[in-house]
């Protein structure tokens, strides 16, 4: 994004309503739908794999709704960046604190996959009265980059730790009873992953969370953020029970099929320009490579 775009963001953001940024936003999605063949390929390829069961036109309606909630999602970024620590209450409410609430001050992890309210929902979070930790991998735009910082910071103590950095830091953050806010839900590669189901295709997903449980002594607090009627919710599920296990192949499984649950609640508002299955098992072909 140009110094010209974040500015006329700022200006949009300074003169509408957040409802306005939000319809915007979409219109935007939709324009980016429509011209950015590139991108619409990726998602068509995702939602085929996962969703085999749907017809061509019921999958190429949700491609569409997914790139209305990804624009919304992009422009009321500005909300997080610039807006009050009121006007992000107003934005993003909270559900279920209770489960939070329960191990506050304790390890936690707070599992946070890639939902397109993500961002908006990790500034929220970071108004609790808590010093929160997360990773963050360097963006190329300098300026993008320096804005998503410091949504990140702007209301609290928060300790960011770069992927570069290793995972030493994360361990000694959750056992200081640093909540970490955790995205493990993407194809970081292959190594330190293992390939388990996702919607039935094999997936390389990094071993992380239970890692990270067993080495800390950490709960998981799964924390997801949706867009409903109007406003951003960030919802706190249970911890939880019996986990990490003595097999880190099958915690590994039980967190993606806890997140396939979640996505069938709301398919569209799940990120998926991301090659998820760009990481392949060898000898197989690589997904992205025909249509």
Same mark, same amino acid.
């Given at each position: 994004m140009s110094r010209i775009g974040v500015a006329l963001l700022w200006l949009l953001w300074w003169w509408l309503p957040a409802h306005a940024l939000a319809r915007l936003g979409e219109w935007l999605g939709l324009l980016l739908h429509a011209l950015v063949a590139s991108r619409r390929r990726i998602v068509r390829i995702n939602l085929r794999l996962c969703f085999p069961e749907m017809t061509e036109t019921e999958r190429r309606t949700l491609a569409r709704e997914h790139f209305r909630?990804?624009?919304r999602? +992009?422009?009321?970024?500005?909300v997080g960046w610039w807006g009050s620590r009121e006007e992000v209450k107003k934005?993003?409410? @909270?559900?279920?604190?209770?489960?939070?609430? #329960? /191990?506050?001050?304790?390890? $936690?992890?707070? !599992?946070a996959p890639h939902f397109v309210g993500l961002n908006l929902g990790g500034v929220r979070v970071s108004q609790l009265p808590a010093t929160f930790a997360s990773m963050y991998s360097q963006i190329k735009n300098?300026?993008?980059?320096?804005? $998503?910082? /410091?949504? #990140? =910071?702007? !209301?609290?103590? +928060?300790?960011l730790i770069s992927r570069q950095d290793g995972i030493k830091?994360?361990? #000694?953050?959750?056992?200081?009873? /640093?909540? @970490?806010?955790?995205?493990?839900?993407? *194809?970081?590669?292959?190594?330190?992953?293992? !390939?388990?189901?996702? !919607?039935?295709?094999?997936?390389?997903?990094i071993t992380g969370m239970p890692r990270l449980a067993r080495a800390t002594g950490a709960v998981i607090v799964p924390?997801? &953020?949706?867009?409903?009627?109007?406003?951003?919710? &960030?919802? @706190?599920?249970?911890?939880w029970e019996n986990y990490p296990t003595e097999d880190?192949?099958? *915690? =590994?499984?039980r967190m993606n099929a806890f997140l396939e649950e979640r996505i069938r609640e $709301?398919?569209?508002?799940? @990120?998926w320009l991301h090659k998820r299955f760009k990481s392949r098992p060898e000898g197989e072909p690589d997904r992205y490579g025909r249509d």
């Open positions: 909630a990804v624009g999602a +992009s422009i009321l970024e500005a934005l993003v409410r @909270f559900e279920g604190l209770v489960h939070y609430n #329960r /191990h506050a001050g304790k390890p $936690m992890i707070l !599992f300098p300026l993008l980059d320096r804005l $998503m910082l /410091h949504a #990140r =910071t702007r !209301f609290g103590q +928060s300790e830091p994360v361990i #000694r953050a959750i056992k200081k009873g /640093h909540p @970490f806010y955790y995205l493990p839900d993407m *194809d970081y590669g292959p190594r330190d992953a293992v !390939f388990v189901p996702f !919607f039935g295709v094999p997936a390389a997903t924390c997801i &953020t949706r867009w409903c009627e109007g406003r951003y919710v &960030t919802r @706190f599920y249970p911890a880190v192949v099958a *915690d =590994t499984r $709301m398919p569209e508002q799940y @990120f």
